[in-house]
């Protein structure tokens, strides 16, 4: 592959919201690794996949987590069958092969994760595999993608500048009631008049975080209440068990919750 992007048809299914398709190509063919910024269910993981399909490119997904080590994305010598043999984990494999190596929720791992990256994320594109004595040069296929919401994460938990400043940033925030109905139809098969009745109850619903919720309710929740309905659970019902339960453990906060998509529902 040559870099070019193919269209979209083959690629997972992903709506843009603006211009990020094209700042992902363009971060791509400068080798500038990208960060993405925004709350659960609005996309970004769907988008990363996307794009990688677009571009031609494996893409190697890492889940962060609280107990992530270097070892986890560099790799390891392991024990097999009585021989120690080394193992790449994924960001060396993505390295090796000029893939996009995807870390999600990249503010949950470790420190010593940063010391990893940073290197990789400047303009030496260099692995250190302190174990093995080798050093990685990534080629032009290879691209970090992270990605992080700002929203819910406390203070310790946040990116250190000379990381974040490592690369390019895209914010991501809920589609516009538009490009939301399109993505819940595609997605869900529901019709459009229940669907934009779903994305009505989302908007209000959004209008309480801060208030009563930490977050507001994901397009990936509009996207369950409305493939729930299409297959044949009452409207009602669904957006309870798909919008209201999973946002509050709170019984009054439901409870306003449930009143305000009666009273929208009618
Ligand atoms: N722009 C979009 N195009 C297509 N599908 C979308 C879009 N935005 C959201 N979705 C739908 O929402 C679901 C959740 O999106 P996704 O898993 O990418 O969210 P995320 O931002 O990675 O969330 P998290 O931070 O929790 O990992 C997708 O499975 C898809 O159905
Ligand atoms: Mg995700």
Redesign the pocket.
């Known amino acids: 592959m040559d870099g070019t992007l193919i269209e979209g048809g083959a690629a997972?299914?992903?709506?843009?919201?603006g211009d990020e398709c094209d700042v992902f190509a363009a971060a791509h063919r400068a080798c500038l690794p990208l960060l993405?910024k925004?709350?659960?269910?609005?996309?970004?993981?769907?988008?990363?996949?996307?794009m990688a399909a677009r571009l031609g490119r494996a893409l190697h997904t890492v889940s962060c987590h609280d107990d992530l080590s270097a070892a986890d994305l560099i790799g390891r010598y392991l024990l097999k069958g009585g021989e120690t043999v080394w193992v790449d984990g994924p960001l060396t494999r993505a390295v090796r092969e000029g893939a996009i190596c995807y870390l999600?929720?990249v503010v949950e791992a470790r420190k010593d994760v940063a010391v990893v990256l940073h290197p990789l994320t400047d303009d030496r594109r260099i692995l250190p595999i302190d174990r093995t004595g080798e050093e990685l040069h990534a080629g032009p296929g290879f691209m970090l993608v992270a990605?992080y919401?700002p929203g819910y994460q406390n203070i310790l938990k946040t990116l250190k500048p000379s990381t974040r400043q490592r690369f390019v940033a895209l914010e991501?925030g809920f589609?516009s009631p538009m490009?939301?109905l399109s993505?819940?139809c595609?997605?869900s098969g529901l019709d459009e008049d229940r669907a934009r009745l779903l994305i009505r109850i989302a908007g209000k619903l959004r209008g309480l975080k801060g208030q009563d919720l930490d977050e507001g309710v994901?397009?990936?929740l509009?996207?369950y209440a409305a493939t729930l309905i299409a297959r044949g659970m009452g409207f009602d019902r669904a957006v309870e068990v798909a919008m209201i339960e999973p946002l509050t453990d709170e019984a009054d906060v439901k409870r306003g919750l449930a009143d305000l998509v009666a009273a929208l529902a009618g």
């Open positions: 997972p299914f992903y709506l843009p919201q993405l925004g709350p659960t269910g609005c996309g970004k993981t769907r988008f990363v996949a996307h999600d929720e990605s919401n991501f589609p490009l939301e993505v819940v595609r997605e994901s397009t990936r509009v996207v």
